[in-house]
């Protein structure tokens, strides 16, 4: 069974950094395209990063620069440094593994991250 589990939410100031994490298991990580989605308030979720099996990234236009994905193949964990936090990036944010080799589509319970002064 697919588990995903993020950590590291929390209140942060205006230009302040976090870093998301997410463990995985019940599949096969390493061969798994990975993603963070992200649903502000009273929007609906969005599409935030994606990191697929050989690192390579991509990101929503308004994080780019800020925001960066990553992967530990050996700890079956997924990141999300986030620098320069705004009020916008308020939201919860979810970890998500594309369907892949030994998964469907799956999602993580979601991590609040609170962008505040």
């Known amino acids: 069974q697919v588990h995903l589990v993020e950590s590291g939410g929390g209140l942060v100031q205006p230009g302040g950094s976090l870093r998301l994490s997410c463990a995985a298991s019940?599949?096969?990580?390493?061969?798994?395209?990975m993603g963070w989605y992200r649903r502000p308030p009273g929007k609906e979720r969005e599409w935030v990063a994606s990191?697929?099996?050989?690192?390579?990234?991509s990101y929503l236009d308004s994080v780019k620069g800020r925001f960066i994905a990553s992967r530990d193949n050996l700890k079956d964990t997924l990141y999300l440094q986030m620098n320069s936090l705004k009020s916008d990036d308020t939201a919860v944010y979810y970890c998500?593994?594309?369907?892949?080799?030994?998964?469907?589509?799956?999602w993580g319970q979601g991590t609040q991250v609170t962008v505040s002064a």
């Open positions: 998500y593994a594309f369907p892949g080799p030994t998964t469907a589509a799956s």
């Open positions: 990191i697929n099996i050989f690192g390579g990234t």
């Open positions: 019940g599949f096969s990580f390493r061969t798994n395209t």
